[in-house]
């Protein structure tokens, strides 16, 4: 990850996949960088915060704001999953699929924090009494793929390995993502790391 430049900007488009006729079909999102020291920016990070009611939504939009008030302490940075295509100055908050927090801490890369919509996080099957799984709306949510389309995308644009702390149940997302458990430290057993193959 290169030193910020406080220049928010569209970085790439990735497919993420849309429920069409009760299949799942590839539609084409946008990833972009926000910019804290955009006022249009923090807005919609502050919209997303107010209507997702998410974990992590509201966490990064302080963020962000605290970015766009003082001199950040350390290097973050903040994107979007985005259903928008153009116009990227006005970013419609309606239209965002999922934001994440990404910073540098030592020697490389850190999701802080990642957040897809809640409306559009599966859920897990749930057992009946009797050990069965339970038919739910598991398979009925409007987009799909929105937290792996993200991570593709960090590890397109990190120069450096990723590391993350994956909260329990999550695991296995990250494990299908090709992010792999370390033990470090006590306290950071449930922390994963995606290591970058060097060309």
Same mark, same amino acid.
């Given at each position: ?5 406080? $220049? ?9 996949? +849309? ?17 804290? $020291? ?80 809640? +409306?559009?996080?599966?859920? #897990? ?8 799984? $339970? ?20 590890? $397109? ?22 992010? #792999? ?16 193959? +060097?060309?």
């Amino acid at each position: 990850m290169n030193n910020i430049n406080f $220049k928010g900007s569209f970085i790439h488009n990735i497919n993420i996949k +849309k429920l069409e006729n009760d299949q799942y079909v590839p539609h084409k999102a946008s990833f972009v960088e926000m910019n804290p $020291k955009d006022k249009r920016d923090v807005s919609a990070l502050e919209k997303i915060a107010n209507s997702w009611f998410g974990l992590y939504d509201e966490v990064i939009y302080n963020g962000a704001l605290h970015d766009s008030l003082v001199p950040p302490n350390r290097e973050r940075r903040f994107y979007v999953l985005t259903e928008q295509t153009d116009t990227f100055e006005n970013m419609d908050y309606k239209k965002i699929l999922g934001v994440v927090e990404f910073s540098k801490f030592d020697d490389h890369n850190y999701v802080d924090f990642l957040q897809t919509n809640p +409306k559009y996080i599966k859920e #897990k099957p749930k057992k009946n009494f009797f050990g069965f799984t $339970k038919k739910s709306k598991i398979n009925n949510k409007k987009y799909s793929s929105i937290g792996s389309a993200i991570l593709t995308s960090l590890k $397109k644009i990190s120069d450096n390995s990723i590391g993350l702390h994956a909260l329990t149940g999550t695991e296995d997302f990250y494990k299908r993502n090709g992010f #792999k458990r370390k033990n470090l430290i006590n306290f950071m057993t449930n922390y994963y790391f995606w290591k970058k193959v +060097k060309r």
